[in-house]
């Protein structure tokens, strides 16, 4: 690949900071293959510089409220 080629890609770390999220999450959304057209460089990840953050696939679950109430002050 040649250095042009890789210009057009950014590191984990900067794809973190470009999309507010961790560094460990882009990693776990590379290794879901979640992002289109990133390559394994060793150890690394590269990412296309136009590549748009995944939708967040994860489930949130919903404590029970059980007997706790809200009140509200006026």
Do not use: T
């Amino acid at each position: 690949m040649g250095v042009s080629k890789l210009l057009d890609y950014i590191s984990v770390k900067e794809a973190a900071e470009k999309w507010g999220i961790s560094e460990r999450r882009v990693q776990k959304l590379c290794e879901g293959n979640r992002i289109e057209g990133i390559v394994r460089f060793g150890h690394a990840w590269m990412i296309p510089r136009e590549a748009e953050k995944p939708a967040d696939q994860r489930r949130i679950r919903k404590k029970d409220r059980g007997d706790i109430s809200c009140i509200i002050h006026s």
